[in-house]
């Protein structure tokens, strides 16, 4: 039987269930059945519980969604699409800009933002309650061809000012790299 007619009697008999439960419903209207339900004219109160997910750790999620929080993994999940939108938007601008051969340093503040993330989705993935929620790490070769291939696909005009702010306060952090020498001669002075 070829894929169509099985596609048609499937359709037919769907078609045909769905009309004789409506006229069911139908007629259990026309008798009355459903006048007397409890909760009548009310506004349905739709709770999502899932069930990978103990209760207790779902009610505390509804408290702090009810009171203007959002649980920390949600907020993690946030940060990293945002910052994996300005990374693929910068290395964008370079290759929009005709700049098929990327700058080494171009490619290792992007390197480097790709390990970043990475190290972000390890801690997301340890705390987020539901597994089909987990990220797999980002591959910065893959991201550099796909990057390439359409540039004015990441191209979102609105990054252009906090990428510059966020990758200078990045590099502010990543710039002065910490004296371990002088760190210890300050901690043995302190004991001495």
């Not at 009610?59 to 702090?64: A, I, K, S, Y």
């Not at 990057?147 to 696909?153: C, G, N, Y």
Request: charged share 25%; with cysteine; net charge neutral.
């Amino acid at each position: 039987v070829s894929a169509d007619i099985k596609w048609f009697n499937f359709l037919f008999y769907s078609n045909t269930i769905d009309r004789v439960v409506e006229d069911l419903i139908q007629d259990a209207m026309s008798k009355g059945e459903f006048h007397n339900l409890s909760g009548a004219g009310k506004p349905i109160v739709y709770q999502n519980a899932s069930t990978t997910l103990d209760p207790h750790t779902h009610r505390l999620n509804q408290v702090l969604i009810n009171n203007g929080y959002s649980p920390e993994w949600i907020t993690m999940m946030k940060e990293i699409r945002e910052h994996v939108a300005l990374l693929r938007h910068n290395i964008a601008m370079h290759y929009a800009q005709g700049l098929n051969n990327l700058s080494t340093h171009a490619v290792e503040k992007f390197q480097t933002g790709i390990r970043d993330i990475n190290l972000k989705i390890d801690r997301y993935n340890m705390i987020v309650p539901i597994l089909r929620k987990q990220m797999v790490h980002y591959d910065c070769g893959k991201e550099l061809s796909t990057i390439r291939a359409k540039p004015h696909h990441y191209i979102k005009p609105e990054l252009d000012q906090i990428s510059a702010k966020v990758l200078d306060e990045k590099d502010a952090l990543h710039s002065d790299p910490i004296n371990w020498s002088q760190v210890w001669k300050d901690i043995k002075a302190v004991f001495k």
